[in-house]
């Protein structure tokens, strides 16, 4: 069964860096297309950055420059470095797996930025 937990979510203040971990199971993330969704309260979810399988990444422009995907093969893991953060970053950052179906997603980790 695929499954996949993020972890690395807390509060942090305006500037500062978080890592965000997405560990897959049930299957070789580096199989799939691997994404990093986020959403703020009251607001969409919205595809921060992406990774092929081929490791191609793509960010949103809000995000270029301050954030990177990157995976670990041996551990089956995915990150997103997100540094220089922003009050506008807040809200909850879910990982994707696949864009056709079937897709997977995870629980969720909350990430605040406040001052």
């Known amino acids: 069964q695929a499954r996949l937990v993020e972890s690395g979510g807390g509060l942090v203040q305006p500037g500062e860096s978080l890592r965000l971990s997405c560990a897959a199971s049930g299957f070789t993330l580096t199989s799939r297309i691997m994404s990093w969704y986020r959403q703020a309260p009251g607001k969409e979810r919205e595809l921060v950055t992406r990774i092929t399988t081929t490791g191609t990444t793509t960010y949103v422009d809000s995000v270029k420059g301050r954030f990177t995907i990157s995976r670990d093969n041996a551990k089956n893991t995915m990150y997103l470095q997100m540094n220089s953060l922003k009050l506008e970053d807040t809200g909850m950052y879910f990982c994707?797996?696949?864009?056709?179906?079937?897709?997977?997603w995870g629980q969720g980790t909350q990430v605040t930025v406040s001052s």
């Open positions: 994707k797996a696949g864009v056709a179906e079937p897709t997977y």
